[in-house]
């Protein structure tokens, strides 16, 4: 999966439209302590569909919103976006008319978030298996928080068993199977 935006306002420190270009080959984001390294990593997560709050060093999810500072009130809603090249059509197969997925998720103050694939409004689910169908997302492997090789290397054999699945690219079709039993 080839990221090849990510746009921010008013998440986290980020209170200024922001428009990362994230040009092919390796990435890399340096910063004195403080700048926003983390807070941009946790912003791809968010759009990624993280749900858990605490995992994003706040204590709810309205944390993400810029909360203000010493010269700037704060915002009542923040939005984050990323642009994904589906020329190779990576994505799922409703989505091989367009060359480019655009995902957003933009947060209320007290009134929860919403995600939109391509302008249209869809759920959190629909946003995770685009990511999950990649062998990507928010709690894969594919980001590598600090502590996280040690949790692996300590993990039961069940929770190790998700980190092979997800290599072996078969977690996409769990999420779906799970969404059949739902229905
Ligand atoms: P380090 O090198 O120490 O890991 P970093 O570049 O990863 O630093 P972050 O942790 O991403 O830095 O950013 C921390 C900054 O983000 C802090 O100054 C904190 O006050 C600010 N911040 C976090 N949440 C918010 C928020 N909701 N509103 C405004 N500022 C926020
Ligand atoms: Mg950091």
Redesign the pocket.
């Given at each position: 999966m080839i990221l090849t935006r990510l746009r921010l306002l008013g998440f986290?420190?980020f209170v200024e439209p922001t428009d990362f270009v994230i040009e092919p080959g390796l990435t890399g984001v340096v910063?004195p302590?403080?700048?926003?390294?983390?807070?941009l990593v946790e912003a791809l997560r968010w759009v990624m569909g993280e749900n858990s709050y605490k995992s994003m060093r706040a204590s709810s999810m309205d944390?993400?919103?810029?909360?203000g500072s010493n010269t700037r009130p704060a915002r009542n809603n923040a939005e984050v976006a990323i642009l994904i090249d589906n020329k190779e059509r990576s994505a799922p197969a409703q989505f091989n008319d367009t060359d480019q997925l655009e995902i957003a998720r933009r947060i209320e103050r007290e009134s929860g978030s919403a995600y939109r694939i391509n302008g249209k409004e869809v759920r959190a689910r629909d946003v995770q298996i685009v990511f999950a169908d990649a062998s990507t997302g928010a709690r894969s492997p594919a980001l590598v928080h600090q502590g996280r090789i040690g949790e692996i290397i300590q993990a039961k054999p069940e929770q190790r068993r998700r980190v092979l699945e997800e290599a072996a690219g078969v977690s996409g079709l769990h999420a779906r199977r799970h969404e059949a039993e739902l229905r």
């Open positions: 986290k420190s910063g302590n403080g700048c926003g390294k983390s807070n944390d993400v919103i810029f909360s």
